[in-house]
């Protein structure tokens, strides 16, 4: 209904009703409600669907609304409001249901990525599996190779997997890369290869951008305006990159961040251009980017020279804007893109989390979360959830500084990804190989194999309700995975 008022009494003046819309746009929730209760005019203007409008888009509640597409924004602004308290208390109380996603008989999983609720999962078979977690039907369909003649179990261990809202990629041992349409089918798209095993992968976010390292060379592939996949960019670096990472939101030309050993390149594909970021100093430990950011972890040299350090540089300048940390450890992980804005969270080899100020360059907050190395990390703005090598899930309210629950299982946790109502985790074995015997018993495959759980907090939504498994394991179970993890990594004696 459009508001017929011209004049708002404003104190001894009259204001055009447009200027005090203009505002009041300035007020938060809380202010708002004060303003409504002066008189019926200032209610009239505090109600305004234009104002509570825009307080949902701050809020990022139905950021892809119009204003037309609801007559009573202060009504959809409460229950979204509601909705977040009700998420928030399960994931403190562990309120929800949870799955653990079938596995592929006779093998073991190999590497594990996810995007929205959409998790695909690589394994020792060859075999590639995706589930949709967001509608509680996981009968996963399996992803087939371009060549029909494989036979199950005759083609290469899946070195990598990533997953978009659209596509769906897989490295392979023998360095063939497949590329999937999820709109169009289970076969791909686009098979390409590479004369040596892929060592990094990486696919953009937001676009049809996929990134591939093996041997010295570095591959950008892209489909043209006529849909047919192509390479984009092709560069040659001196040193076998570890890292690899497609900056986000580039619009038309695809770049990439590599790290090989002691360097770090910005890779351009606009014109093949090469931009040297770091060079000759620690290697690089840890790898993330933003829009406009790249983090990385180094090695340190020891308390008697410098510690372990995250080196932040922004893309546009290309120098280097913080240097964090100096601990004695080395950073084992870092999550740049999916922190609040100013925050960073980082996983180290002595098990402790930090959430790094990235205005003051302090560390705002450590916390011993495992017991061995952190192999995984992300944060919202009120939540920590982690992984260690010891195959433990944490969650922590970092605002109150309290562990809030956690999940054992006995593998190294190498993939988290959560939004406000789910969460996902993957624990992959170090060790893909298992002995015949091994194959032949149920308990032992399954505490070889690995594991990936689906987590759902919005209970309106759930197939079921059940508490979330919230202990650790036995210290049998725990020898075990140490024994694991000794077989994995022997001590060699000098």
């Known amino acids: 209904m459009k508001n017929e ?19 009041f746009q300035y007020l938060d929730r809380k202010e708002l409600g004060r303003c409504a209760q002066v ?164 696919l953009s976010q937001d676009d049809a951008t996929v990134a591939t ?18 390479i984009a960019a092709e560069f040659e670096v001196p040193k076998l990159v570890q890292y690899l990472e497609i900056v986000p939101e580039t619009r038309r030309y695809p770049v990439a961040v590599a790290a090989a050993g002691d ?11 090469r931009t040297l970021l770091y060079a000759h100093g620690p290697p690089v430990t840890c790898l993330d980017v933003s829009a406009n950011q790249v983090a990385f972890g180094v090695q340190g040299l020891g308390w008697v020279y410098e510690g372990s350090k995250i080196l932040v540089y922004s893309l546009e300048a290309g120098r280097r804007l913080l240097k964090l940390g100096n601990v004695l450890r080395d950073f084992t992980c870092v999550n740049l893109s999916d922190s609040p804005p100013n925050l960073m969270v980082s996983g180290n080899m002595d098990g402790r989390v ?14 011993s979360a495992h017991q061995l ?40 946790v190498q993939h988290i990804s959560f939004s406000s109502h789910s969460l996902i985790t993957a624990n992959v074995p170090y060790q893909t190989v298992m002995r015949n015997a ?24 759930l197939a079921f309700q059940s508490p979330l498994p919230v202990c650790r394991s036995s210290c049998d179970a725990m020898a075990t995975h140490y024994y694991d993890l000794a077989l994995a990594f022997p001590y060699n004696h000098v």
């Open 263 to 273: 360097l770090m390149y910005l890779l351009k594909a606009e014109d093949s251009a």
């Open 354 to 367: 930090r959430i790094h100020d990235l205005r003051s360059g302090n560390i705002a907050l450590s916390l």
């Open 5 to 23: 008022m011209n004049d708002v009494p404003f104190f001894d003046i009259q204001l055009p009703y447009e200027l005090a819309i203009n505002i």
């Open 39 to 202: 008189s019926k005019t200032w209610k009239v203007i505090a109600e305004d669907e234009v104002l509570w409008y825009r307080l949902c888009q701050q809020e990022g509640h139905l950021p892809d609304s119009s204003i037309s597409d609801y007559s009573c924004w202060k009504l959809i602004f409460q229950e979204c409001r509601a909705k977040e308290h009700m998420l928030r208390t399960n994931w403190k109380n562990r309120k929800g249901a949870v799955s653990e996603l079938e596995h592929v008989p006779d093998t073991v999983l190999c590497d594990v990525h996810s995007h929205d609720g959409v998790v695909i999962a690589g394994y020792t078979s060859g075999d590639v599996r995706v589930w949709d977690t967001r509608t509680w039907d996981y009968v996963a369909p399996f992803l087939e190779s371009e060549d029909e003649e494989d036979e199950p179990g005759m083609q290469p261990n899946v070195s990598f997997v990533r997953i978009n809202s659209s596509l769906a990629v897989a490295a392979y041992e023998d360095g063939f890369l497949n590329i999937w349409d999820l709109r169009t089918g289970k076969y791909p798209v686009h098979r390409f290869e590479h004369d040596a095993r892929i060592q990094a992968l990486a």
């Open 373 to 412: 190395r952190v192999s995984a990390v992300q944060m919202d703005d009120w939540k920590i959830v982690s992984g260690g090598e010891e195959g433990l899930v944490s969650v922590w309210d970092y605002r109150m500084n309290q562990k809030l629950w956690e999940v054992y299982s006995g593998h190294p």
């Open 213 to 230: 390292a093996s041997a010295f060379d570095v591959v950008m592939l892209s489909p043209n305006e006529e849909g047919y996949w192509q």
């Open 438 to 461: 091994d194959l032949d018993s149920f308990t032992t495959h399954r505490r070889h194999r690995g594991l990936i759980r689906a987590y759902e907090f919005a209970v309106d939504q």
